[in-house]
Structure formats: structure tokens, C-alpha cells
């Protein structure tokens, strides 16, 4: 795994997120994270995954709402009873906060 480093901009500053190429399924759904495709060699197994959580206090993460591989990212949400919230990640308009209640 190699890290991969990006640039997005933020109302502020210019913020720069590490990621690290790895499967994208374990991206959602081990690590909670999002894909930022062309980024890793290795094909469509091999992804850029960037991790932000936090994006709207402790018990919440960045990752695609309308799901990467399907509505697999929405589902990672819904399993833990999530709402999305706009406005709260990097990355493209589909990256999305997930909140959700903590346990």
C-alpha cells in the first residue's frame, strides 16, 4: 500500500488529505472511508482511500452516499442508523457526511 496525497480546497486554507491504495470494498467497509479514483496503479482493486471521520463530532465519517460499487456506501450509513449531511467532506459533490447516533 503507497500513499497517495491530494489537494482540496476549503473555505479556509487548502487542506491535504493522505490516502492509501487498497481494495475499495475494505475502504467502506472496514475503514470507513471514501475512493478518489486514478490515483493507485493495480486496476479497479486498487483505489485511493482517504479516511476523514469526525466531519460532524466523534461518531460520524466522509464516504460516498450514493454508494460506491452500487449503494454499497449508502448502506454502511444505514446500517448504523446514519443521516448524510452536505458540506461536511472533501472530495467530490457524492462524498457525504455520515452521522450517526453513538453508541
Known amino acids: ?38 490515483r493507485c496503479s493495480g486496476g479497479a482493486y486498487n483505489k485511493c482511500c482517504i479516511q476523514k471521520h469526525g466531519c460532524n463530532g466523534a461518531s460520524s465519517f466522509c464516504s460516498h452516499q450514493s454508494g460506491y460499487y452500487g449503494d454499497f456506501g449508502k448502506s454502511v450509513c444505514d446500517w448504523y442508523g446514519g443521516k448524510w449531511l452536505s458540506g461536511k467532506c472533501p472530495g467530490p459533490t457524492a462524498i457525504k457526511c455520515c452521522d450517526y447516533p453513538s453508541s
Not at 2 to 24: D, E, I, N, V
Request: aromatic share 14%; proline share 8%.
Open 1 to 38: 500500500m503507497s500513499p497517495s496525497f491530494l489537494h482540496f480546497p476549503s473555505l479556509t486554507k487548502l487542506q491535504t488529505y493522505t490516502g492509501t491504495c487498497r481494495a475499495p470494498a475494505d475502504c467502506l467497509d472496514k475503514y470507513h472511508g471514501f475512493i478518489i479514483d486514478n
